[in-house]
Every structure is written in C-alpha cells, then in structure tokens.
C-alpha cells in the first residue's frame, strides 16, 4: 500500500521531470518553426476546426448562465443591469481561459496523446530517431506551437460568444436593452483584462501539449498505454489548468 | 582494425529484470553480410536496437563505425545513423503519411538542400522498385498488407544509399517470390554497393543464401559464429537442435516460456517428432520435488560448455546425437517439470 504510494508519487515527479524537460527541449527547437510551417499550420487547423463547434456551444452557456445567476441575485437588490459588468469581466478573465482550456484539453489534448502515444507503441517514434530526426522537432514543437497560437484564437471566440449570450439573456429574461449592456461592457473592461486573459490560455495552450505529447512519448504497452496516455493527459491538464489560473491571477492582479 | 564496423564487447543488458544480453560479443566487418539467427525473445531485435543507440546497454561497449554507441551524444549518435539504415521487425511507417511520403521522409529531412523534388520522386520510385512494389506511393500504410509495409519499410531503410544496412526480419510474412526479391536484393547490395549487413532472420534457407557468416544468438551471448557451411557441420548440439528445428535439446531447456512450448508438444494432437518416448505423467501436480539447484547439479553434463564463439569451434562432439537425446530429455521433462513448480 505504501510501497505503491510511493511509487506513485515517484512516477508523478518522474512525468513531470520529463514533461519539463521535453518543454525546454522544445523552446530550443522553436528556431525551426518556420521549417516546419507546413505542420503547424496543419496543426492549428486540426485543433482550430476540432474546437470551434464545442466551444461555441459552451460558451454561449456558460455566458447565458452567468447572466441569469447573476441577474437572479442582482434582481434582489433591484441591480440587474450590473450583469453587464459582471458577464463580460469574468468571461474575459476567467471563464473564457479557463473554458477553452477544459475544452481543449479534453478535444485536443487527449487527441494528441492517442497520436503520439501510438507512434510510440509501434515503434514510428523510434523509426524518426533511427532516421536522425527528433522527434521533439518533428512531432512535438509544431503541436506545441500550434495550441499556443490556438489557444488564445479561441478565447476571444469564447469570451465574444459568452458575452453575447449574457447579452440574449439579460434582453429576453431581465429586460436590459442591448445598449445597456454593452455600455457596462466597455466600462468593465480594460486592456489589462483582455491581455491576462490571452496570456493565460496561451499558457494553458502550452500545458495542453506539452502534456499531452509527454504522456504520448512515455506511452508503453500497446492500446492499453494509449488509452492510459489520454486519460492521463486530461486529468493532469484540468488539474494544472486550475494551478495555473490561480497562480496567474494571483500575479496579475 | 579499420575494417571491423561493428564492435560489441561484453554487453549487457537487463529487461524487465531479465538478463536479456549477457555478455554479448560481436564483430561485424566491412562488406559482409551477418546474419543473426535465434530462437524468439532471445534477444536479436534487442541487439539491432544497441546498435543503432536506441537501446543503450548496462554495460560493456557497441561500437559502430568507431563510435561507442553506448555513450555517444545525441550528436554523434545521429552522425552514425545517418551512415545506417534500419529495417524495423514491425517496418513501422508513420502512419499519417502515405508510402512516398515515408520513403522519402529521411531525404527530405536531410538531403533537401541537395536534392530537388524531381531528384526525391526519381529516388522514391527506384527504391521501391527494388524491393517490388509499384503504384504504392499514394497509399496510405493502413492500406497494405504486412509484407508491403516491411518492404516500405525496407525502401526507406537504403533511400539514402547507408554504408550499413541493419534488416529485423525482412522476410518475415512474405511469400516465397518475395523472399526470393529481398534476398536477391540483399546480396546485390553486397555485390554491388559493398554495404556492411546484419540480417535477423527466423528463414534458415535465405540465411545460408545471404549470409558471409551466421551467428547464432542464445543465453543472450552470441554462442556460434561460422560460415554457413561450418554451421551445417558442427556436431554442436545447440546449433544441431535450432538448425533443425528440433523440439527437445539443449535449447528448450531454460525459461518457463519453453516449458509451455514443451507442454503443448506433449500433448497428442501435434505429436510429432519422436513423441513416442513419453509416459503421460500429470505435469501440473506439484511432484515431490527437490531443489532445483540440486536437480541441475545431478544432470549429467547435457549443457555443452558454451565457451568462446570462436568461428566454429564447436563444443564436445556428441556422436550419437540421437539417442542420447532421446534419454536427456525424459530426464530434462522431469526436471524441467520440477524447476517449474519451484516458484508456484
Ligand atoms: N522494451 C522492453 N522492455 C522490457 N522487455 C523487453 C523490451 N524489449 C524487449 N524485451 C524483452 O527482451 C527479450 C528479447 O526481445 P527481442 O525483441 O530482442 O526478441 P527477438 O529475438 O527479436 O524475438 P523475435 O524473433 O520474436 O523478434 C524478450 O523476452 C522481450 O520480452
Ligand atoms: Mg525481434
């Protein structure tokens, strides 16, 4: 019992040694991005067309579900024309980040785990090495890059889409003409806010893959790996998603 | 020695804690075609995988082209493989790209400044008319059947004309036609081009056809080396029982893997080399056994002493090969029955 608790945790630092050491490997090879141009614009397709539909989806209801919380509890207090300030600033800084991580990390993340993970159960990634190709440059580099560009793209997306669902349901349930709102909007945001709000899912963007190509590479043992691979890389990502938005906010604001 | 290309000394290497290669000795020198027999699991892809640094051994030295592959940096191991070419036992193509882009990945990796994409398309098409394959180049790997992809896989192991060929298996899965290809096609690379080839091979008749020398890979050391003649005439009784496919010897005496062999030889429906001699004991019960140690030491010297692999130097000569295999392996069944409850 204790005997696996530790080896857990041992295997835990051991993954995590190697994701950051597969980061900084990458950093290294960024210089060839524009060598490998043709992958990562294939790449940002990939995750650009996997997530738009899902996102689209959660964030017009995670916007409309701000606002009728939020109105619900203003009403109280006869203050529901705050929800123009309240959707919008917390879409911006912390729903549409943290969403689209969530997002990706469950559409994109796993995706890239089940794909380098069976390269690696059927002996392609060693093939690359015999071939002198690395595989940090050739598999690993572009799909980081490629979510770190994405990530952010699909935060505005998010962050627009969520603020024009608060928006519908502020009209339809609480009265609030569109013009109200969207008056509160601009006084509630400020450029410090949308900038955080990018940096942060890019970092999110950058943890997605890192993990997701990491738990990919260490993948043993045929599906049964791959499959763990996956699951892995989502629970890890959700997690350090979390972390990391505190730890963000916390030296931002 | 500027003509010796490959160079293991006393490699080790454990798997799974299990003493995969013991001491591993091989030299391998320019021009000449190696090939490397073996039961399976006893390590031959293993020791392709040292070769190349994809595997690096517990100790002991592997090298290649006078680089220790066994603690060469990324850099000068990659300078080695780019002299090396690689067929893998699985031919593992990526999967994402089709047949032409595969072959042609390490040229375009490497050789791109050099070579315009007229130069590519020509070089693709000529490799993988070598190994004869046409009209592939647009197909995807999922698309082909397990011999076309070992023969993708064995294109884009020489696109780039390497000064040593390393083969897992190349004709494993194919038919007799393609097999004849590939082993013509090997020794027209001997022929032609000089190149340096280990071959892995479960295929005794291409093995005599291609092979300068054989060397027969158990107990994770490389046990015979010698011509292909010197291993059809060794009185070795290791080398008698692989080359002739014989089920009880020396060889079916180790692991619990061979016992399950043993055991499915034993019973009736696949009777067929010599399984008169058996009494049908009930080998699942746990049999009054003494200690295995005890059982080994009583055995009346059936392992030949392997010692060195000098080029065929075979070990005390059993005249009487058969029947005295005959006795040793009731003895051996009992013993082997034995050890195997040991752990249980
Ligand atoms: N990565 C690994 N981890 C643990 N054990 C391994 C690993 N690779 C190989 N082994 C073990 O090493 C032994 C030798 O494997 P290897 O693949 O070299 O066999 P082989 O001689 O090529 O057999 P075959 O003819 O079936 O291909 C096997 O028992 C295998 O289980
Ligand atoms: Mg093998």
Known sequence: ?253 | MPDIVINITDLNKNLGGKQILNRLNLQVRKGETFVIIGRSGSGKSVTLKHIVGLMRPDSGGCFVFGTDMARATRRDAEAVRNRIGYLFQSGALLASMSVGENVSLPLREHESAKMDEDAINRTVREKLDLVDLDKVEEKMPGELSGGMRKRVGLARAIVRNPELVLYDEPTSGLDPIGTAAIDDLIISMKKKLKVTQVVVTHDMASARKIADRIGLLFDGRIYFTGTPQDLDETQDVVVHQFVHGEIAGPMTEKSGETKRFRKMADNPPSSQAGGGTRKGGAPEKPASAPAPQAGAGTEPAAAPSPASDGPGLPTPPPKAVDAKKQEERQKKEEEGEKKGQEPA
């Open chain 1, 1 to 253: 019992m204790l005997d696996r608790a530790a080896r857990t945790l041992f295997d835990a630092i051991n993954g995590a040694g190697y994701t950051l050491v597969l980061l900084f490997r990458t950093c290294f090879w960024t210089h060839a991005s524009w060598r490998k141009r043709g992958e990562i614009t294939y790449q940002l397709a990939t995750c650009a067309f996997g997530g738009f539909p899902v996102a689209m989806i959660v964030a017009v209801f995670s916007g409309m579900v701000l606002a009728l919380q939020g109105g619900i509890s203003l009403k109280t207090w006869g203050q529901e024309e705050l929800i123009g300030f309240v959707v919008p600033a917390s879409m911006v800084r912390e729903m549409g980040p943290v969403m689209t991580g969530f997002i990706l990390a469950g559409l994109i993340g796993s995706t890239m785990a089940a794909e380098v993970g069976t390269m690696a159960v059927s002996e392609e990634i060693e093939a690359l090495e015999v071939m002198s190709i690395n595989p940090v440059y050739f598999l690993v580099m572009p799909r980081i890059v490629a979510l770190a560009l994405v990530a952010p793209l699909l935060t505005i997306y998010v962050d627009l889409v969520g603020i024009l669902g608060g928006a519908f349901v502020g009209e339809r349930l609480l009265g609030l003409s569109y013009n109200a709102y969207f008056h509160n909007a601009r006084e509630a945001l400020d450029l410090k806010d949308i900038y955080s709000g990018l940096a942060k899912s890019a970092v999110f963007g950058v943890t997605i893959a890192t993990v997701g190509c990491s738990q990919g590479l260490r993948a043993r043992g045929g599906a049964e790996g791959v499959g763990r691979a996956t699951m892995r890389t989502v629970v890890v990502c959700f997690v350090f998603i979390l972390i990391f938005d505190y730890i963000l906010t916390w030296m931002f604001y």
